[in-house]
């Protein structure tokens, strides 16, 4: 059984979802959740479901030795950013190559970086007029939003959506492939 770790800074709907997706499998399940918001959705799920978790502050990303201890501890095969918003250390990443991913809400290289999540994108797609949005998923890397591609999936967008829209249309699109790309990873057929 692979271990996922699940890092996530907000509701957990793609954390629940991959949750559900694996629920029933002898594949993988997640084994610890990782967040640094003690109001954050996530717990919740982590509650429902005897999930072991993690509160992070920023200042434990900057001298991550305590964190990676407790990745080892809990054996990660894969960490997931589900709507984490703050940085990956180096370390990890250097800890964790090619085995730490993330679901950005735009088709990057467009509309990523440092400080833009969530609602910033879809605002920004829709201020340039956008004709389709989507969702990338990619390994983490030392820069933001930077790490090789392993998919992208699009969505056509209206000329009246609002940014509120194209949320919408954009977590369709993360509640779909999220999960099976997380189980395509762990059986080798990406990436």
């Given amino acids: 059984m692979k ?7 907000g509701t957990g ?10 629920q029933d499998s002898d594949l993988a399940h997640i084994s610890l959740i990782v967040g640094n918001k003690e109001n954050a959705g996530v717990w919740d799920l982590a509650k429902e479901n005897d999930i072991p978790t993690l509160l992070v502050k920023k200042k ?12 080892r501890k809990a054996n990660t095969d894969l960490i997931v950013l589900a709507g984490f918003l703050l940085k990956i250390p180096d370390e990890l990443v250097a800890a964790y190559p090619n085995q730490i991913i993330n679901i950005h809400p735009s088709l990057l290289p467009k509309y990523g970086g440092k400080g833009m999540y969530g609602h910033f994108v879809h605002e920004a797609v829709v ?8 969702i990338t998923i990619h390994f983490v890397n030392e820069a933001y939003d930077e790490g090789a591609i392993i998919t992208q999936q699009r969505c056509a967008l209206d000329q009246d959506d609002t940014p ?12 779909r492939y999220f999960p099976t790309v997380v189980e395509e990873l762990l059986l080798g057929k990406n990436g």
């Fill in 13 to 22: 709907s793609n954390a629940r979802k991959i949750h559900e997706h694996f």
């Fill in 164 to 175: 509120q829209d194209v949320a919408h249309k954009v977590q369709k699109l993360e509640h």
């Fill in 3 to 9: 271990n996922l770790v699940v890092f996530a800074s």
């Fill in 60 to 71: 434990d990303l900057e001298s991550p030795e305590n964190l990676l201890d407790t990745l």
């Fill in 127 to 134: 201020a340039a007029g956008e004709k389709e949005s989507g």
